[in-house]
């Protein structure tokens, strides 16, 4: 079974930098994609970027383009997310997602397998 494991949450002044991860195991199929979400408290889960491992192909959020990188390290299975420029609304628990297909998604339901949540805290 798939298994998407998330790390790399922190503390981080605001302006400041961290990057996580996302470990995927049990992947048997080369048409998936891995999304990065967030969530808020007292918001909605909003997919923030992702990356197709078909093509490579990525999608951005408004809110974090230009100051979030998404990558892969196919040989070790592994999606990042570089975080920079770190602001107070950045603030929330980040999950990691993989759905089916070579199409990026940012919306909830059409994920496949969710990995856990990793808290990033950025104070002002």
């Known amino acids: 079974d798939v298994q998407l494991q998330a790390s790399g949450g922190g503390l981080v002044q605001d302006g400041g930098s961290l990057r996580l991860s996302c470990a995927a195991s049990g992947i048997t199929y080369a048409d998936y994609h891995i999304t990065w979400f967030r969530q808020a408290p007292g918001k909605e889960r909003e997919g923030i970027s992702c990356i197709s491992h078909s093509d490579g192909s990525t999608y951005y959020a408004d809110s974090v383009k230009g100051r979030f990188t998404i990558s892969s390290d196919n040989a070790k299975n592994t999606v990042y997310l570089q975080m920079t420029t770190l602001k107070s609304e950045d603030t929330a628990v980040y999950y990691c997602?993989?759905?089916?297909?070579?199409?990026?998604?940012?919306?909830?339901?059409?994920?496949?397998?969710w990995g856990n949540g990793t808290l990033v805290t950025v104070s002002s």
């Open positions: 997602a993989l759905s089916w297909g070579s199409v990026c998604s940012s919306y909830t339901y059409g994920m496949d397998y």
